[in-house]
């Protein structure tokens, strides 16, 4: 009910920016949040970054002070800004919605956007 398109991602240098984006379409209005998560290689996926409809985020101890995201709720669209990139975030990166829907919840995930940072 929710398709997810991501957009944003490539190489860059240690130290660089990238910036990512996500939108959503189909049944937008039952989504409560929307975020970031990465997963390396024999890994579990983790949270990078999220941000609820009413504006609240969360982050990764790893990413606080240089990730910022924000969302355009006209757009249905999150925007995680990746500032002083480390090669330690090289990830496949992965956009999610979650939500609720006739009080079922669920989540829904893009199909990933690869980030590779070189030192």
């Known amino acids: 009910q929710v398709q997810l398109v991501e957009s944003g991602g490539g190489l860059v240098q240690a130290g660089g920016s990238l910036r990512l984006s996500c939108a959503a379409s189909?049944?937008?209005?039952?989504?409560?949040?929307m975020g970031w998560y990465r997963q390396a290689p024999g890994k579990e996926r983790e949270l990078v970054a999220a941000?609820?409809?009413?504006?609240?985020?969360n982050y990764a101890d790893s990413v606080k002070g240089r990730f910022t995201i924000s969302r355009d709720n006209a757009k249905s669209t999150v925007y995680p800004q990746m500032n002083s990139l480390k090669p330690e975030d090289t990830d496949l990166y992965y956009c999610?919605?979650?939500?609720?829907?006739?009080?079922?919840?669920?989540?829904?995930w893009g199909q990933g956007t690869q980030v590779t940072v070189s030192s």
């Open positions: 999610n919605a979650r939500g609720t829907i006739a009080g079922n919840v669920f989540a829904s």
């Open positions: 189909g049944i937008v209005s039952v989504i409560n949040s």
């Open positions: 941000i609820t409809r009413a504006g609240m985020t």
